[in-house]
């Protein structure tokens, strides 16, 4: 039996153009473990599957959005997600608290930062250091904010979270960044592209969870 250390990787938020080859040094950390610990997810088990509650409204379109987003930043092929219909097999559980947001167009009003919040967990990592377990994103929304500005709200988040779940576990100090803790953009930056690059091509330490087999 594998014993299982704790770990709780608890992170709270909250067009595609040509692509470039990443510099040599990160413009955020790799890891925000404490340890050095980097993860990514390894060709073999793409793509990943990404299961999102059937009621939970316009919540599916936007994880396929924002696996779209963070696909177009690395040149080969080295992440790519689906959209599963099978929570026992899943990768990566989205949830969503409150029942299903407002399914309204988007605006290029200003940010409100309290609309809605995400939390990407990793529960545990076995001494082999394997994920025990999917991962498992939440994501909140305000019924006391304006429809638009949470489903604006949500369009940062939700893409925000994915980048948590490839990996990407630190937060930008940049504002300009989709992974600053309280992003304002919707999609990945220059300096979020730099980094994923970096990460997809560094050996990771950390493995994915098992996958059930159905």
Known sequence: ???????????????????????????????????????????????????????????????????????????????????????????????????????????????VLNACAGRTRVDSLADDHTIIGPLRVRIDWSEDADPSDVANCLARIVTHEIGHTLGLFAHSADTGDLMNANPRVRTPSMNDRNVLQILYHTPPDIHPPERPEP
């Open 1 to 111: 039996m594998r014993k299982a250390s704790s770990l709780l990787v608890a992170l709270v938020a909250l067009g595609c153009e040509s692509l470039t080859a990443p510099t040599r040094t990160a413009t955020y950390p790799l890891d925000r473990l404490g340890s050095g610990l980097t993860f990514s997810w390894p060709v073999v088990r793409l793509p990943v599957r990404y299961y999102v509650a059937p009621d939970a409204g316009p919540t599916a379109r936007l994880v396929s959005d924002g696996i779209v987003a963070w696909e177009q930043q690395l040149l080969y092929g080295e992440y790519r997600g689906i959209i599963s219909t099978d929570s026992s097999t899943a990768d990566v559980i989205v949830r969503v608290v409150g029942g299903a947001p407002p399914d309204v167009p988007l605006t290029d009003a200003a940010p």
